[in-house]
């Protein structure tokens, strides 16, 4: 059984008047619980690939199935039933939200939309949101654009799993963070993985956080899979000449005692 | 080594919404002639805001304190300059600025009113300071003929985000070609020769073409690469890149890094290499230089800092790398669970 199967989806764009694949032909799977990670150098396709499971744009060919259900062709109820399942965190959580809005406006928002809470319970359902988050209860009054980077991302996570998803899209998630924050966001996804069973599409380009948290790896090069496997075994050992510049472009830290 | 830099004391706040918010706090480095130095540090420890002051980018109505000794090679006797930063006037609190300078030292530049008569430096077209960053709208400092290290000839730039400072407009091989022309005045002929053979050395390719391209023709490297020909272009004594390859991926950073190694060991240019990343830096670096809110808490050899650093801040950084011989967090979750 798998959250979300992906088979033979293709985009093209145009790029100086000539179409050309930005995803091509790219098939994969994710289980339970499962996190995969998509990696490769920057306009490989990645995003392309999380807006096109998101339905945030329609492919040129292809077929997804998120929860065994066809994705593509659903609509109306069943989309938005569906879509709650399904959630999204990207890199800059301040172009994500207003940020003006207050914290607990954020995370109100999915509650009603998807009538997860009655209006008398959602301040509740607010509270141990952030607290699942590890934020203080009392951040739900502060505007988006007073607080840190790191707080604007596990706000973002609570949204996320404010509907009790099956699978995360995480663009570039923690791509923008300081590295002591990063770590700690890194944490709190695996914990939320490992409590709720969530599978997360991982999106980096940085493989030293994939290695980090991810199960499996898939590379990608101008928008075809050049190889997948084992994230660990993958990373240590490339079969591809992309995954080879990926792995040999990472500054390596070289500790006497580490 | 002798210092190209010497930075003492040197303090700096910036004013939002009537509110100072110091930026940096007393900090004292020397900048040894030839070296590679590299500044770290997390965001909003003071990185930006020192390449800032030392290149005389601050924006107006920033308060500074403190001293900037430069000492180009070729002139005998140090030149020392208060940092610029073309404000309006500086506090009286301030008159510890040229203090440093013992008998011996050449006579300090104050910070006057005289040095904001509004003279904007040739450079000021190709410096359009667009907020990047967060920075708010930068000005050269009114450099005029004072002795402070001019921008172009004696320091020279790269910022994150090329765009800040390549002319969206303007053909990059003529954006070039304006500072070989501006500081070494070889004539258009000249200055155009010398645009070419930049491009060759930053190994854009066909440079014959790419001299008559506009900025959004090229990728994100290509335009970082064309924004350090420019840097360079008037032979300066030290280059600046600070977070010259934070939004390029992996592959396109790597390149970058090995290009700017090359240039500067080709040139004989001092680097000062400003990063949040200390294994980017260590790769790249002779010293290490850590900043942590405004203050330089620690600076040694590379290996120093990566072996036996002296802060436990340092050492936090340095665990919290995630490179590809670290242990998994997903094993540490697994077994703490
Ligand atoms: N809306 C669009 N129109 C035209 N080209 C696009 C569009 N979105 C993405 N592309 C192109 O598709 C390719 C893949 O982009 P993207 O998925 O954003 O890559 P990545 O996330 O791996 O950096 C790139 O060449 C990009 O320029
Ligand atoms: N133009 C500015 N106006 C007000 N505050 C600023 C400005 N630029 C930077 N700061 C503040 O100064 C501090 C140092 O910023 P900066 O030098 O940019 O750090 P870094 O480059 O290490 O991220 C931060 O607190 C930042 O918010
Ligand atoms: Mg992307
Ligand atoms: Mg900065």
Redesign the pocket.
Same mark, same amino acid.
């Given at each position: 059984m798998s959250v979300l199967a992906v088979s033979n989806l293709t985009k093209r764009y145009h790029r100086g008047g000539k179409p050309f694949a930005a995803v091509d032909d790219v098939s994969f799977e994710i289980g339970p619980a499962e996190t995969l990670a998509l990696a490769g150098p920057s306009g490989s396709g990645k995003s392309t690939i999380a807006r096109l499971v998101l339905r945030l744009i329609e492919p040129d060919a292809g077929r997804i199935d998120f929860e065994d259900a066809d994705f593509l062709t659903m609509s109306g109820a069943a989309l938005r039933a569906r879509r709650a399942r399904l959630q999204m965190v990207f890199q800059d959580p301040l172009a994500a939200f207003n940020p003006r809005a207050t914290v607990a406006r954020v995370l109100n928002d999915p509650l009603r939309v998807h009538g997860i809470a009655p209006r008398a319970d959602r301040p509740r359902r607010i509270a141990a949101l952030l607290e699942r988050v590890g934020l203080d209860a009392g951040l739900a009054q502060r505007a988006i654009h007073e607080i840190s980077g790191g707080q604007r991302q596990r706000v973002a996570i609570a949204r996320a799993i404010a509907t009790r998803p099956s699978l995360i899209v995480l663009d570039e998630a923690v791509s923008a963070l300081d590295v002591s924050v990063r770590g700690q966001i890194l944490e709190l996804l695996l914990d939320l993985q490992r409590q709720e069973r969530i599978a997360y599409l991982f999106i980096s380009h940085d493989l030293g956080v994939i290695r980090a948290v991810a199960h499996r790896i898939f590379i990608l090069d101008a928008g075809r899979i050049a190889e997948s496997g084992d994230a660990r075994a993958v990373i240590a050992y490339p079969q591809s000449s992309v995954g080879k510049a990926l792995v040999a472009a990472m500054p390596k830290l070289v500790r006497d005692r580490p | 080594m002798t210092a190209l830099l010497s930075i003492r004391d040197l303090s700096v706040a910036?004013r939002?919404d009537g509110v100072e #918010?110091p *930026?940096l706090k007393g900090v004292s480095l020397d900048v040894l002639e030839g070296e590679r130095l590299a500044i770290i +540090?997390e =965001? %909003? =420890? %003071?990185? =930006?805001? !020192?390449a800032l002051a030392l290149a005389g980018l601050l *924006?107006m109505g920033t308060e500074i304190g403190g001293m900037i000794e430069w000492s180009a090679s070729q002139s005998q006797t140090p030149r020392s300059f208060a940092p610029l930063s073309g404000l309006p006037a500086i506090s009286p609190a301030r008159g510890e600025i040229g203090s440093f300078a013992d008998g011996s030292s050449p006579a300090t530049l104050e910070i006057s009113k005289s040095s904001d008569d509004g003279s904007i430096s040739p450079l000021a077209g190709e410096m359009p300071g667009r907020a990047e +960053? %967060? #920075?708010?709208e930068r000005r050269p400092s009114a450099i005029g003929n004072t002795q402070a290290p001019l921008l172009g000839s004696d320091i020279g730039f790269v910022f994150q985000d090329p765009s800040s400072s390549l002319d969206p407009v303007m053909p990059i091989g003529k954006q070039i070609a304006e500072v070989a022309h501006t500081h070494l005045g070889p004539g258009w002929k000249g200055a155009y020769a010398k645009a070419k053979t930049l491009l060759e050395r930053v190994r854009l390719p066909n440079p014959d073409a790419t001299i008559h391209a506009y900025p959004h023709q090229l990728s994100g490297g290509q335009k970082q690469r064309v924004a350090i020909a420019a840097a360079i272009a008037a032979g300066p004594k030290l280059l600046i890149a600070d977070e010259a390859t934070s939004a390029l991926d992996t592959i396109v950073q790597a390149e970058i890094v090995a290009l700017i190694r090359r240039l500067v060991s080709e040139d004989g240019m001092t680097l000062i290499f400003i990063s949040h990343d200390i294994a980017l830096a260590a790769s790249l670096a002779d010293r290490i230089a850590v !900043?942590r809110h %405004?203050e330089l808490i620690e600076l040694g050899e590379t290996s120093q800092i990566v072996n036996a650093p002296q802060q436990a801040y340092t050492r936090a950084l340095l665990d919290a790398h995630l490179g590809l011989n670290a242990e998994p967090l997903l094993d540490r979750q697994d077994t703490s669970a």
């Open positions: - | 910036y939002r #918010v *930026a +540090g =965001s %909003g =420890s %003071g990185k =930006s805001t !020192l *924006a +960053g %967060g #920075v708010p !900043l %405004g």
